[in-house]
């Protein structure tokens, strides 16, 4: 059972433009989502995370737009620039109130961007 | 401050053969968490492991087991190596404050294996 599902699986998108990705998760205990960045041969890193209880999230170029009562979270990147070519991940977990530290991950989306 | 610090990077085995990976947290984090990543299943958990104690663990077979030290690093064993073991084993370690909910993962780069 897939409990967090991550569209498109790729994405290609000219510079200046804007990046959207979407994810849908099942498990309504959850309460911390996360978007990872990866590039080739690294490790995923942290790019923005939000909390249920507020509706979006900004920083810089990078938008986590949040709605809970469809279950579905969306990573918006404005001005998209060729460095932002990479992986992206959504991720979703529940952070407190037991021992369930697992993060579980989207299939991820392959963002390419061309100059 | 260093980052997570994982090794080896790269390393072929062959079936049946066991394979040990190790994994140095970041200074002052406790807890350490696995996970395998494969083109067609993605980012997987594995397990979690917190003060030498495994708090979590992933759906995957016995084969795959791991623990951690005193004084956090943590190395994860796979035996009787099959050649769909072949992926991308990522460590993440992050600091758990007492009592407090799990903070930010740090990954480190990986180390991927390749089953022959």
């Known amino acids: 059972q897939q409990q967090v599902k991550q569209s498109p699986q790729s994405l290609i998108v000219q510079k200046g433009g804007i990046s959207i990705i979407n994810c849908a998760y099942e498990?309504?205990?959850?309460?911390?989502f996360p978007w990872y960045q990866q590039f080739p041969g690294k490790g995923p890193a942290l790019l923005i995370a939000?909390?249920?209880?507020?509706s979006e999230k900004k920083e810089g170029r990078f938008t986590i737009s949040f709605n809970k009562s469809a279950k579905q979270f969306s990573l918006h990147i404005m001005d998209s620039q060729p460095g932002d070519s990479a992986t992206y991940f959504c991720a979703a977990s529940r952070r407190s109130g037991g021992s369930n530290y697992k993060l579980t991950f989207g299939k991820g989306t392959l963002l390419t961007v061309n100059p | 401050k260093a980052g997570v610090t994982q090794t080896p990077r790269y390393l072929i085995k062959t079936r049946g053969q066991q394979v040990t990976l190790s994994c140095s947290p970041i200074s002052g984090h406790r807890s350490v968490s696995w996970y395998q990543q494969t083109p067609g299943q993605g980012l997987q958990f594995l397990f979690e492991?917190?003060?030498?104690?495994?708090?979590n663990k992933g759906n995957f077979p016995g084969r795959f087991s791991g623990r951690q030290f005193s004084n956090s690093r943590s190395e994860m064993n796979v035996s009787t190596l099959e050649l769909g073991d072949s992926a991308l084993y990522l460590c993440?370690?992050?600091?758990?404050?007492?009592?407090?909910?799990?903070?930010?993962?740090?990954f480190g780069e990986g180390s991927r294996l390749t089953v022959l």
């Open positions: 492991y917190f003060s030498e104690t495994q708090r």
């Open positions: 993440a370690s992050s600091l758990m404050l007492a009592g407090g909910p799990v903070g930010e993962l740090f």
């Open positions: 498990n309504t205990a959850f309460d911390y």
């Open positions: 939000i909390r249920p209880d507020v």
